[in-house]
Nanobody, 126 residues
């Protein structure tokens, strides 16, 4: 069973930065789609960004494009989300997820992902 563990959340003022990490306990697949999602209170879980592990192709939600950067460290089996110019509307629990079916098109829907972390809270104060 693969476990994903997020870290790096916290409280930051608007305009500030945070870097989230997602570490996989082990990776049994050679390639995968890895993603970040977020869920604010009373709202559905929404796509933030994803990366195809081997090729490095990245995709972003329009709301974070130009402010957030997704990356991965293959040797450490760790994925990152660098968040800059944070806004109060970025406040949410952030989740990392993995879909080993790399041969499919990139996934922007939470339902496509098989493995999930426990989430890390990000709070942006105004």
């Amino acid at each position: 069973q693969v476990q994903l563990v997020e870290s790096g959340g916290g409280l930051v003022q608007a305009g500030g930065s945070l870097k989230l990490s997602c570490a996989a306990s082990r990776r049994t697949w050679s390639n995968a789609h890895m993603g970040w999602f977020r869920q604010a209170p009373g709202k559905e879980r929404e796509f933030v960004a994803n990366i195809q592990w081997t090729a490095g192709n990245t995709y972003y939600a329009d709301s974070v494009k130009g402010r957030f950067t997704i990356s991965r460290d293959n040797a450490k089996t760790t994925m990152y989300l660098q968040m800059n110019s944070l806004k109060p509307e970025d406040t949410a629990v952030y989740y990392c997820a993995a879909d080993p079916r790399w041969y499919l098109a990139p996934a922007f829907s939470a339902g496509r992902y098989d493995y999930w972390g426990q989430g890390t809270q990000v709070t942006v104060s105004s």
